[in-house]
């Protein structure tokens, strides 16, 4: 068998300042358990100013319209969800209740999300990833291009996006090959920060 042996300068670039990974946040009992519950939910195709993307999502405590609603309240975080909630907190040195906006989403088969920041009403970010992985890749633009860089996403797994790697860099996802799921915890912007623009996601591919 061949041995791919990495070259002395194939060092992947290292993530984003803000960026934190952890893997098997969740156990393969309480995924399996999660996979369940999402059966029930009311999925509804991701809308982006009219448009459909191929991932469905659907959002509690909070909600965000990009047909021009803005943030919005949703149905109460349900029952189920609320242990990951604090999983997820506890990942991010957060109290649970901070984390008011939850959004599951569901990529089928080659479905993936486009490059964006997310909107600025929105400060921490945490995402956990469940039943396949995803390649989440990061971009920040510089003088002649962008800074990249990226990682698999495995499924069970937490990520954070704060400082830097929320203000700075822009994350996407391409098109996964199974279907995967991940939950999106999101805590709110403080007030003066919520007008402001930011690149936003599009329906995706
Ligand atoms: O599915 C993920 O982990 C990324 C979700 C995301 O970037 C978003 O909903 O803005």
Avoid: C
């Amino acid at each position: 068998m061949a041995l791919v042996q990495p070259g002395l300068f194939d060092v992947p670039p290292a993530l984003p300042d803000g960026f934190r990974y952890q893997p098997e946040a969740v156990t393969p009992e309480e995924e399996q358990a999660l996979l369940a519950r999402f059966a029930g939910l009311a999925f509804k195709a991701f809308e982006f100013h009219g448009f459909l993307g191929k991932r469905r999502v659907v959002s509690f405590g909070l909600r965000y319209d990009f047909n021009g609603g803005g943030l919005g309240r949703a149905e109460p975080v349900p029952d189920f969800l609320r242990p990951l909630r604090e999983r997820a907190a506890a990942f991010a040195d957060l109290p649970a209740e901070a984390l008011e906006h939850v959004m599951v989403s569901q990529y089928p088969p080659g479905a993936g999300i486009g490059w964006h920041k997310d909107r600025p009403d929105f400060d921490k970010v945490i995402g956990i990833s469940l039943a396949a992985p995803g390649i989440f890749r990061l971009r920040r633009r510089r003088d002649g291009g962008f800074d990249r860089a990226s990682l698999t996403v495995e499924p069970r797994s937490a990520y954070l996006i704060d400082g830097p790697a929320r203000r700075e860099w822009e994350h996407s996802i391409p098109p996964v090959e199974a279907e995967r799921y991940s939950v999106t915890f999101r805590t709110l912007a403080p007030p003066p920060s919520r007008p402001k623009r930011s690149r936003e996601p599009g329906p995706g591919p």
